[in-house]
């Protein structure tokens, strides 16, 4: 994601290395690059070409301090004012009203029913939500069966009607049921549609008049690019919606859409897609994303990544048995899950400050723990909890049955006992430092 816009904006900023102040010159050719890179990411060009006129006005208003360089003030320039561009802060759901009824709209294709699932997901861990999923989508019965997987996966209900046509009195007797049973989140999938579709486009004007929507939600595919902006206009100009939400945000996309999008409708992106699991999920904060576009990681995100993945228990338990130097393939596996769960393996190196840009070129697969696995299931139960026992004839075992060679296991154990080793380093490094600094009786 934004791999090509950070490298072009990279560049554009080395034009101004060696320069000792900003002048309208140097300015001037910088951005030239800066527009051309954001029109190659299929940016609006109006936006484009507003957003580097506000850059210069900016750039050259500034008393460059002398410990400051000005290719790194232009850096600082341009990251406040993406930010500012992307809606400047993160924008929540309106959950006052009870019960909260949330219209998902969009085109076919798009991702709505995937990401009504993990909107329902979402707000029961983040918000101790009892959402109830809407099947509005009549006229693709796969669309139903979608949901109701999803719902079955996430323990939660999918209300739907079998033979009804009518999504306007589906989604009338889906608030009544609500009502009736608790439900204090009513997430209503419908079809997708064209803007240029008349019918479609009334239908779903008729559900919004129907059920009075306390949010509506416009859910776009960020790879369609400058089209899914085209296409977000038409859409606000009928429904007047209350936010974006850009799926597909860790494919090959330019970008152009999250750039975009809130400077075209006036509308503040409100989630970002970044997979294709339930809680592959993201609340979209235009600070954070500047700093990704600007290659400048986001150490933020990936720390809320894992707090959501990592059990409190969890960890007190895992602390204990690293201190006692009982760390054994159970536990090593069962951070393996959680890491998996985290995402996109690229895209949570990417939010690492400095390493995302070392690593673009090389690929990383998802698969990438798949052979670890392999290894660590072909394991005995007794392998896994005391590795000690692993000697040549067990490790030839291992590698038979887990596809892979003797090498590869020996290569893995190896990495074991050294991060083993590692972690009792650095837990005794804690523990020191914890009585150093414990204060003395008087």
Do not use: C, W
């Amino acid at each position: 994601m934004f791999e090509n816009l950070s490298e072009r904006l990279e560049r554009s900023f080395k034009n101004l290395k060696g320069e000792a102040r900003i002048t309208e010159l140097n300015v001037a050719e910088t951005l030239k690059d800066v527009r051309r890179a954001l029109l190659d990411a299929d940016v609006n060009y109006d936006v484009a070409k507003t957003f580097t006129e506000r850059v210069k006005e900016e750039a050259l208003g500034q008393q460059v301090l002398t410990a400051v360089r000005p290719s790194e003030m232009m850096v600082k320039i341009v990251h406040d004012e993406l930010t500012k561009l992307m809606g400047s802060e993160a924008v929540g759901l309106n959950l006052s009203q009870q019960p909260t009824v949330i219209l998902m709209s969009g085109l076919q294709g798009s991702g709505k029913t995937t990401f009504s699932g993990k909107l329902a997901n979402y707000l029961k861990k983040e918000h101790k939500k009892k959402p109830l999923l809407v099947a509005g989508d009549v006229y693709r019965p796969a669309a139903i069966e979608q949901l109701k997987v999803l719902g079955n996966t996430l323990k939660t209900p999918v209300y739907s009607e079998e033979g009804n046509k009518n999504p306007v009195a589906i989604a009338k007797h889906a608030i009544a049921y609500a009502n009736e049973n608790g439900f204090d989140t009513i997430i209503v999938d419908t079809a997708g549609r064209l803007a240029v579709d008349e019918e479609m486009m009334n239908e779903i004007a008729a559900i919004k008049e129907a059920i009075s929507p306390s949010e509506i939600l416009f859910v776009v595919d960020a790879m369609t690019g400058q089209d899914a902006v085209n296409t977000a206009k038409e859409f606000n100009d009928r429904l007047n919606f209350d936010g974006v939400v850009l799926t597909k945000l860790d494919g090959d996309t330019r970008g152009g859409a999250a750039l975009s999008i809130r400077s075209v409708v006036n509308k503040p992106i409100k989630f970002v897609g970044t997979g294709e699991k339930v809680d592959a999920l993201t609340v979209f904060h235009p600070s954070r994303m500047a700093d990704r576009i600007l290659g400048m990681g986001d150490i933020v995100s990936l720390v809320e990544r894992a707090q959501q993945q990592i059990d409190d228990e969890e960890a007190k338990r895992l602390e204990q048995r690293i201190a006692k130097n009982q760390f054994d393939f159970n536990d090593f596996h069962k951070q393996i899950r959680q890491i998996k769960k985290m995402g996109n393996l690229k895209d949570l190196i990417a939010m690492i400050p400095g390493v995302g840009k070392m690593m673009k070129d090389i690929d990383i697969s998802d698969d990438a723990f798949k052979s670890i696995e392999a290894i660590i299931d072909s394991m005995t139960p007794e392998e896994r909890s005391h590795p000690g026992v692993l000697n040549g004839s067990r490790r030839l075992r291992i590698a038979k049955g887990s596809g892979t060679s003797i090498e590869e296991v020996n290569r893995l154990i190896k990495q074991f006992d050294q991060a083993r080793k590692m972690m009792k380093q650095v837990q005794s490094m804690g523990m020191r430092g914890a009585m150093k600094r414990k204060p003395k009786r008087r």
